[in-house]
């Protein structure tokens, strides 16, 4: 599922910016920026393993509007061939 592993770090670096940019923003003009670095690495390392089974329905979901499901997609045979 290459495409869930897709929305999976596209959404951890998401979450990542939003709340990096949101820290900094209020706590300007001086962010703690160590905090920042450290909080930052242990987002970008937990965000992945916590989001995956969200970010795999939604690649699921995603895919079937682009692809709409067909006969056989599920193993079975078409209808009217068995």
Do not use: C
Request: hydrophobic fraction near 55%; glycine fraction near 8%; charge should be negative.
């Amino acid at each position: 599922m290459v495409g869930a592993y897709m929305f999976n770090i596209i959404a951890a670096e998401l979450l990542f910016a939003a709340v990096f940019l949101a820290v900094v923003i209020w706590r300007w003009p001086s962010p703690p920026w160590e905090a920042l670095e450290y909080g930052g690495l242990v987002l970008m390392v937990a965000a992945p393993f916590l989001f995956y089974p969200f970010s795999r329905s939604l690649f699921l979901a995603f895919d079937l509007v682009f692809r709409p499901e067909a006969d056989g997609d599920r193993g079975h045979p078409p209808a009217g061939r068995r």
